[in-house]
T-cell receptor, first 114, second 113 residues
C-alpha cells in the first residue's frame, strides 16, 4: 500500500536557524510524483513543489531546498535561515497511480520563534 | 483573480441535517477534489472528479455525496449518515487528472452538534 510518513510531528526553531522536514514514502509504482504543501494558520494549502520519480536532482528555490533520494525513498525539505512567516504545517504527498489522487503524510508543524 | 472559492468559511448544523458545501473554481481546471482534515491529521480524500458529469469515491466517501454538473462547480453534501461530520473540508482542483499539482481553496470548517 502507498504511504507517506512524516515522523516529526512538531519542530520548534529560533529565527535564522536552518531546519529540515523529513518525508519518507512507500509505493510500488515506477512512475510517481511527490509534492510539498504549506498550510499557514489561515488553513489554505499552498503548493510548494512537485517532483517526478525520474528526476533526483536537488532543487533550490530561494531559502527552500528539496533533497530527493530514491534509494532511501525520501523527499526532505530544508528551509535555510528560517523566518517567523515560515511557521505553518507542512505536508508531504505522493501521487497514487495517474488518477490525481494524493496520499498525504500527517504533517509537520513548524514553529519559528523570533 | 483566478482561484478556488469555498463558502461559507464556518458552518454550524444540528445533528441529523444534511448540509451542502460550495466549491467554485475559475481556473478552467478539469479535475476537482474534496478532502477532509481532522485536527492533527493529514488530508483524506472524500470524492474526486476528473471531468464534468463524472466522479469517483475516494477513501472516505461514506456519508457524503457530490455532483459535477458544471466544470467550475463541485458541491459536497454531508448527509446525516456521516457519523463524525465535524471537520475542516478542503476543495482542490488541478488542470487535469494525473500527476499535476492541486490548488486548494480556503476551506470550510463544519461543526455539527
Amino acid at each position: 500500500a502507498q504511504k507517506v510518513t512524516q515522523a516529526q510531528t512538531e519542530i520548534s526553531v529560533v529565527e535564522k536557524e536552518d531546519v529540515t522536514l523529513d518525508c519518507v514514502y512507500e509505493t510500488r509504482d515506477t512512475t510517481y510524483y511527490l509534492f510539498w504543501y504549506k498550510q499557514p494558520p489561515s488553513g489554505e494549502l499552498v503548493f510548494l513543489i512537485r517532483r517526478n520519480s525520474f528526476d533526483e536532482q536537488n532543487e533550490i528555490s530561494g531559502r527552500y531546498s528539496w533533497n530527493f533520494q530514491k534509494s532511501t525513498s525520501s523527499f526532505n525539505f530544508t528551509i535555510t535561515a528560517s523566518q517567523v512567516v515560515d511557521s505553518a504545517v507542512y505536508f508531504c504527498a505522493l501521487s497514487e497511480g495517474n488518477t490525481g489522487k494524493l496520499i498525504f503524510g500527517q504533517g509537520t508543524t513548524l514553529q519559528v520563534k523570533p | 483573480d483566478g482561484g478556488i472559492t469555498q463558502s461559507p468559511k464556518y458552518l454550524f448544523r444540528k445533528e441529523g441535517q444534511n448540509v451542502t458545501l460550495s466549491c467554485e473554481q475559475n481556473l478552467n481546471h478539469d479535475a476537482m477534489y474534496w478532502y477532509r482534515q481532522d485536527p492533527g491529521q493529514g488530508l483524506r480524500l472524500i470524492y474526486y472528479s476528473q471531468i464534468v458529469n463524472d466522479f469517483q469515491k475516494g477513501d472516505i466517501a461514506e456519508g457524503y455525496s457530490v455532483s459535477r454538473e458544471k466544470k467550475e462547480s463541485f458541491p459536497l453534501t454531508v448527509t446525516s449518515a456521516q457519523k463524525n461530520p465535524t471537520a475542516f473540508y478542503l476543495c482542490a482542483s488541478s488542470i487535469a487528472s494525473g500527476f499535476y499539482e492541486q490548488y486548494f481553496g480556503p476551506g470550510t470548517r463544519l461543526t455539527v452538534t
